[in-house]
C-alpha cells in the first residue's frame, strides 16, 4: 500500500501530531508513505517518511497512491480542487474538531455557517472521512455516509530533552511551595485558558505555566496584567516536546471551550498526572469522572472544586486514567485503526473495478 499525507504544515499541532505518529507506526507495514506540505515553519516536527514542501498550485503524481489523506481546511481544499486528476487513490479527510461549534468561536455564527457549509462540502466529495470521536461521528453523520471514528492517539517518552532555564523556571514555584497547574496547546480562544487565570485569585497555593503560541496570547497575558498575577502565571515559548515537562506539573488543565478529542489530555494521563477538564461530551467519551475532575464551562465555582478534587485524589485518578489511556488511547492502536480503514477502502476499491 502506498499513502500520501497532505499537510498545512510540520507545525507541532493536534493533527500533524495525530499523522507524525501513523507514520512512526506504519513506515514498516506499507510499502510507502509521503508527507506533503505548504507552510514553512521553524517550529516543525520530524517525519520519518520522504517529505516534500509544495505551493496549493502545485499537482502531485496522486495515482502514484493507493490512499491521499488531507488534515485541516485547506488540504482538503486542495485535494478537491484536484479530484479530476485522482483517477485510482482513494481520498480520506479527518474531522478533528467540532467545525460548526470551532469557527463560531473563532469567527463568528455566519462565518460558521458558510464556512463550515463548505468544508463539509467538499469532505462529502472524499471517499471517506474519520472522525475522531463518536461524539462527532453522530454529528456530522448526517453529512457524511461514509464516516467512521477512529480515536487518536499518543505515546510519550522520557528520552526528549528538557530545557535546563525551564525546568529551573518551574521548580522555583515549587521551591517556594506553591502547586502547579500546567497546560500547553496553540493559544486560542477556543482552549478556554482565560477561566484559568479568572480564577487564579481564589487559588493563593497555586501557579499556572503555559506552554505555547497562538492568535490569544496577547489576551491571556492582558488578563493576567489585569488581575496583577504576573508572579503567578509563567508564560513558556512554544517546545518540542511539551509533555516532557508535564512531570513538574500536578496537576494538568484541559479547560476547551470545544475540541474534537483532547490528545494533550491523554498525554498527561500517559503520565499518571492528574487532570481538570471541561464538561465536553468528547472528554466524556475518553475519560469517566473516577479517572479525571471534570468542571462546567464558565463557572468558576465548578473549576475551583474540580482543581481542588483533582490535587487531593492526584494519585488514583493518575493511575486510574493511565490504565484508561495505555489501554484504548496509544499512537499504535490509532495508526492499526487508519491501516485497517485504509485496506477496507483498497478492497473496496478492486471490487469496483
Given at each position: 500500500?502506498?499513502?500520501?499525507?497532505?499537510l498545512?504544515?510540520?507545525?507541532?499541532?493536534?493533527?500533524?501530531?495525530?499523522?507524525?505518529?501513523?507514520?512512526?507506526?506504519?513506515?514498516?507495514?506499507?510499502?510507502?508513505?509521503?508527507?506533503?506540505?505548504?507552510?514553512?515553519?521553524?517550529?516543525?516536527?520530524?517525519?520519518?517518511?520522504?517529505?516534500?514542501?509544495?505551493?496549493?498550485?502545485?499537482?502531485?503524481?496522486?495515482?502514484?497512491?493507493?490512499?491521499?489523506?488531507?488534515?485541516?481546511?485547506?488540504?482538503?481544499?486542495?485535494?478537491?480542487?484536484?479530484?479530476?486528476?485522482?483517477?485510482?487513490a482513494?481520498?480520506?479527510?479527518?474531522?478533528?474538531?467540532?467545525?460548526?461549534?470551532?469557527?463560531?468561536?473563532?469567527?463568528?455564527?455566519?462565518?460558521?455557517?458558510?464556512?463550515g457549509?463548505?468544508?463539509?462540502?467538499?469532505?462529502?466529495?472524499?471517499?471517506?472521512?474519520?472522525?475522531?470521536?463518536d461524539?462527532?461521528?453522530?454529528?456530522?453523520?448526517?453529512?457524511?455516509?461514509?464516516?467512521?471514528?477512529?480515536?487518536?492517539?499518543?505515546?510519550?517518552?522520557?528520552?526528549?530533552?528538557?530545557?535546563?532555564?525551564?525546568?529551573?523556571?518551574?521548580?522555583?514555584?515549587?521551591?517556594?511551595?506553591?502547586?502547579?497547574?500546567?497546560?500547553?496547546?496553540?493559544?486560542?480562544?477556543?482552549?478556554?485558558?482565560?477561566?484559568?487565570?479568572?480564577?487564579?485569585?481564589?487559588?493563593?497555593?497555586?501557579?499556572?505555566?503555559?506552554?505555547?503560541?497562538?492568535?490569544?496570547?496577547?489576551?491571556?497575558?492582558?488578563?493576567?496584567?489585569?488581575?496583577?498575577?504576573?508572579?503567578?502565571?509563567?508564560?513558556?515559548?512554544?517546545?518540542?516536546?511539551?509533555?516532557?515537562?508535564?512531570?513538574?506539573?500536578?496537576?494538568?488543565?484541559?479547560?476547551?471551550?470545544?475540541?474534537?478529542?483532547?490528545?494533550?489530555?491523554?498525554?498527561?494521563?500517559?503520565?499518571?498526572?492528574?487532570?481538570?477538564?471541561?464538561?465536553?461530551?468528547?472528554?466524556?467519551?475518553?475519560?469517566?469522572?473516577?479517572?479525571?475532575?471534570?468542571?462546567?464551562?464558565?463557572n468558576?465555582?465548578?473549576?475551583?472544586?474540580?482543581?481542588?478534587?483533582?490535587y487531593?485524589?492526584?494519585?488514583?485518578?493518575?493511575?486510574?486514567a493511565?490504565?484508561?489511556?495505555?489501554?484504548?488511547?496509544?499512537?499504535?492502536?490509532?495508526?492499526?485503526?487508519?491501516?485497517?480503514?485504509?485496506?477496507?477502502?483498497?478492497?473496496?476499491?478492486?471490487?469496483?473495478?
Amino acid at each position: 500500500m502506498k499513502i500520501a499525507y497532505i499537510l498545512p504544515s510540520l507545525v507541532n499541532t493536534g493533527p500533524i501530531v495525530v499523522v507524525n505518529n501513523v507514520v512512526k507506526h506504519l513506515k514498516n507495514k506499507v510499502e510507502l508513505i509521503d508527507v506533503y506540505y505548504f507552510n514553512e515553519s521553524h517550529s516543525t516536527l520530524h517525519f520519518d517518511c520522504n517529505v516534500f514542501h509544495i505551493s496549493k498550485s502545485d499537482t502531485i503524481d496522486f495515482d502514484k497512491y493507493d490512499i491521499i489523506h488531507s488534515h485541516t481546511l485547506w488540504s482538503d481544499v486542495y485535494v478537491y480542487k484536484n479530484r479530476k486528476n485522482i483517477k485510482k487513490a482513494k481520498t480520506v479527510s479527518t474531522i478533528h474538531q467540532d467545525t460548526f461549534t470551532s469557527f463560531t468561536i473563532q469567527f463568528n455564527r455566519f462565518a460558521s455557517f458558510f464556512l463550515g457549509h463548505y468544508w463539509c462540502y467538499i469532505q462529502r466529495n472524499f471517499d471517506g472521512v474519520v472522525a475522531i470521536s463518536d461524539q462527532l461521528k453522530n454529528r456530522y453523520g448526517k453529512l457524511f455516509s461514509n464516516i467512521k471514528t477512529i480515536y487518536n492517539g499518543c505515546n510519550i517518552t522520557d528520552n526528549e530533552n528538557i530545557q535546563e532555564d525551564i525546568e529551573k523556571l518551574i521548580l522555583s514555584y515549587k521551591e517556594k511551595g506553591y502547586r502547579i497547574l500546567g497546560s500547553y496547546a496553540y493559544i486560542s480562544k477556543r482552549k478556554g485558558l482565560s477561566q484559568i487565570i479568572d480564577v487564579l485569585s481564589y487559588l493563593p497555593d497555586y501557579v499556572y505555566v503555559i506552554f505555547g503560541e497562538g492568535p490569544y496570547l496577547e489576551n491571556l497575558k492582558k488578563k493576567v496584567a489585569k488581575y496583577n498575577l504576573q508572579d503567578r502565571v509563567l508564560f513558556l515559548p512554544y517546545v518540542k516536546a511539551p509533555y516532557s515537562y508535564l512531570k513538574f506539573m500536578d496537576i494538568y488543565m484541559m479547560p476547551s471551550y470545544s475540541e474534537g478529542f483532547g490528545l494533550a489530555m491523554v498525554e498527561a494521563a500517559l503520565a499518571k498526572k492528574s487532570i481538570v477538564c471541561s464538561n465536553l461530551p468528547s472528554f466524556h467519551e475518553i475519560f469517566t469522572e473516577k479517572e479525571v475532575s471534570f468542571f462546567e464551562v464558565d463557572n468558576a465555582e465548578s473549576l475551583i472544586q474540580a482543581i481542588n478534587t483533582a490535587y487531593l485524589e492526584a494519585e488514583k485518578k493518575g493511575e486510574l486514567a493511565y490504565i484508561k489511556a495505555s489501554s484504548s488511547f496509544t499512537s499504535e492502536i490509532m495508526a492499526n485503526n487508519h491501516l485497517l480503514y485504509y485496506q477496507e477502502m483498497v478492497a473496496d476499491k478492486h471490487k469496483d473495478i
